[in-house]
Structure formats: C-alpha cells, structure tokens
C-alpha cells in the first residue's frame, strides 16, 4: 500500500484526506494518506522521516510550500516558475516537487465553471504565494490583460517581473496596482487574498465587479464575504475555490498513480461535508 500525507500547520481542517480517499475508491488504487501537523522550521527532517519510512508523496499547504520547494531534488517547469511546490513525488530515489495549484485553478475556472479566459481582461487581487502559484497557469491560457492589484503595490510589481517573459509569451499586457487604484470592471476577478480567512474585505470599489464572473481562492461552508459583497454589487456570478481545491489534488493524484479522477461527483463530496 503506497502512502500519501499533507503537510501543515495547521491542518486539521484540511479536506485532503478525504478528497484523496475518494479518489481512490473511485479508481480502484490501494493507498493510505492522512494529515500531519509539522512545527514550523522543522519541515526538512519531518519529510526525510516520512520518506525514509517508505512515503510516495506529500501534500504541502501552508505555511511550507517553500521549505518544499528547498526539499525538492528535482523541480518542475511549473514548480521553478511559481518558485514554490505543493506535491512531492518520490520516484526512482529522486524526491521531484511540483506545483499542482495552477492547474487546478484553470481546470475548475475552464472545465467546471465553463468560464472564458482567452482574451479575457482578468484581475487578481493579492501577491502572495496563492497569486504566485496561479499566475503561470492563467497566462497560458492566454487572456488579454492581466492586472495584479495589492494593498502594497511593490509587491505585486515584483510578480509582474518575475512572470514578464511568461506574459510576453502569451502575448498579455501584464501590469502592477494598488488596490484604490481600480475603479473600471474587469470580465473575471479572482481574490487571492486571505481577507475572506477573517471574514474581510480587499478594499476596491464596487464598480470593479460589475457584470464580472467573480472567483474566491477561499472556500467555505457559506460564501465567503467577498463572493456576498460581489453578488451584492451586480456580479454575473461567483464561485469559491473549493473546486480548485479538488482538482489541484486531482493534479497531484495523477502525479503519483498516474490516473486521473473524474473530480465532479467529489466536489459535490466535500461540499456536502462542509
């Protein structure tokens, strides 16, 4: 039996298990995963355990995608772009970390939600690590424009440089903004932050979500209070990122056994266990 596990701190609220069980049942693949609490800074001995005891893959969240990322012995394309790994693949003696979050966001925005984002004007609100790690998949998908607001614009004008030969590439105006810089609307607003952690919001004008399809990389029992207060100001319509959670797991269990699970019947799965 291959074992599987998430790394966190904290993580017993995280839906992984779960998730990857179903998956499993669903594709006939024997596997043990559970969660494991690691106490920040001891990330690296916490995984050489876990390996060394015959582990085949780990699941980082918070706050380690980082330490990952220094682990990894080997990275992805998409891993060394977004500078950070969520999936560890221990394959051949070789510890491989990838990046599953971009994947899954534009598998949940594309296939499930059947949202346009080709040519498309998108905001994304926030630069911290969850921006990061979507920003490659979203200009491979080649949208018109692509803005990056935070309350420190500095911060996201450092993304812009990282990702300018990706956007150049995609052949996407990619630019920088503080959040009280926005005022005009944009066809799909993905929030990034984690306001809606606390039950906040960012601090942009109602103007910016009007008829816009308005994404929150948060999920939750309820709607989160941006996806409220975007449905309140004549969003097209919302959705939460509960479905890029499924499918970023779909990504990393397809990784692993080499199958990929049909993610619809879970999403359905894990929203009815909220």
């Known amino acids: ?27 006939g693949v ?15 001995s916490a995984a050489e355990i876990f390996f060394s005891e015959g582990g085949a893959g780990l699941n980082v969240t918070v706050p380690f995608k980082l330490d990952a990322f220094e682990y990894a012995e080997e990275l992805s394309d ?14 051949n003696g070789v510890i491989k970390g990838d990046n599953t979050d971009g994947e899954g966001l534009l598998r949940d925005l594309k296939h499930n939600l059947q949202w346009p984002i080709e040519q498309k004007n998108i905001l994304l609100l926030g630069a911290g690590g969850a ?23 500095a911060k996201a004008q450092e993304l812009v440089l990282r990702f300018e030969q990706a956007a150049e590439k995609a052949k996407c105006k990619m630019v920088a903004c ?8 944009f066809d799909l607003v993905i929030n990034g932050t984690s306001a809606s952690l606390g039950g906040e919001l960012p601090p942009i004008a109602t103007s910016v979500v009007v008829d816009s399809l308005c994404y929150d990389m948060m999920y939750g029992k309820d709607p989160t209070a941006f996806l409220s207060w975007a449905k309140s100001s004549a969003a097209r319509d919302t959705a939460d990122g509960l479905g890029m959670l ?29």
């Open 1 to 27: 039996m291959s074992r599987y596990a998430v790394f966190g701190n904290p993580i017993s609220h995280s839906q992984s298990p779960a998730i990857h069980r179903q998956f499993a049942k669903q594709t």
């Open 30 to 44: 024997t596997l043990s995963y559970d969660r494991q609490q690691i106490d920040v800074g001891k990330f690296h």
């Open 78 to 91: 998409r891993a060394a772009q977004a500078g950070a790994v969520n999936t560890l693949i221990f394959n």
């Open 131 to 153: 921006v990061r790690g979507v920003l490659g998949a979203l200009l491979s998908a080649s949208p018109a424009s692509l803005i990056i607001a935070n309350r420190t614009e």
């Open 178 to 185: 503080g959040l009280e810089q926005l005022s005009t609307p």
């Open 246 to 274: 499924v499918e970023q797991a779909a990504e990393s269990f397809y990784l692993w056994c080499g199958v990929r699970p049909n993610t619809a019947p879970v999403i359905q799965f894990v929203r009815n266990s909220l």
